[in-house]
Every structure is written in C-alpha cells, then in structure tokens.
C-alpha cells in the first residue's frame, strides 16, 4: 500500500484556477498508475483524471477536459492535478488514489486512497 497525502484545496471563484498536488510515501511510486477522483456533496465518487506509471498516457472524464491537467514526477512522488476554469459544478472533495493501471483504475480498482481535499468553487 501506499500513503498519499493532499493539498492545494481551498475556495475559489468561477473561471479562477487551483492547483493540487499528492504526495506519495514508497519507494516504488513508479510501480502505479495514479489517479484523482472527486465526491461530490450528496453524490458518489467520480474518475476525474489518471495517468499511467510513466506519466505518458493520460485519461480524463469528458467534463474535464481542456480544463483539466494530471501530471506527475516519479523522482519527487509526487502526482498533481492543475484545474482552470473552473466551474461550481467542480465542487466536490478531491482523492489522490493509487491503481495498478490506468485501465483498471477505470474499472474502479485502487490500492490506496489518500485522506481527501476540498475544492468549493463560487459562482
């Protein structure tokens, strides 16, 4: 298993941007695909974007893209998620979560999830 630990939530206003980052605990971060996943309030969790082990493939939810950047650096563990124009539809908490690959992280297979991260964006 992997420990991951958010940040970089917070409040922001429609059409502004936020930046969050997930920081890994292993030695072998380079072994799983990564992935962020929202919840939000009163709904159930969402794929939002994953990226494969060597960060050259990349997938996104329909609602998100060209908005919507996963990225990450195997020498830092670290994985983040840039996200610009935002919309309050975007509210939810936001999950760091580690697969085995991207394609089973679309069938909803992880290893680990980090504690969660708020996003609020106002309209």
């Known amino acids: 298993q992997v420990r991951l630990v958010e940040s970089g939530g917070g409040l922001v206003q429609a059409g502004g941007s936020l930046r969050l980052s997930c920081a890994a605990s292993t030695r072998t971060f380079s072994d799983y695909a990564m992935a962020w996943v929202r919840q939000p309030p009163g709904k159930d969790r969402d794929l939002v974007a994953a990226v494969t082990w060597s960060g050259t493939n990349t997938y996104y939810r329909d609602s998100v893209k060209g908005r919507f950047t996963i990225s990450r650096d195997n020498a830092k563990n670290t994985v983040s998620l840039q996200m610009n124009s935002l919309k309050p539809e975007d509210t939810a908490v936001y999950y760091c979560?580690?697969?085995?690959?991207?394609?089973?992280?679309?069938?909803?297979?992880?290893?680990?999830w980090g504690q969660g991260t708020q996003v609020t964006v106002s309209s």
């Open positions: 979560a580690a697969g085995q690959t991207v394609a089973g992280i679309r069938r909803g297979e992880f290893d680990s």
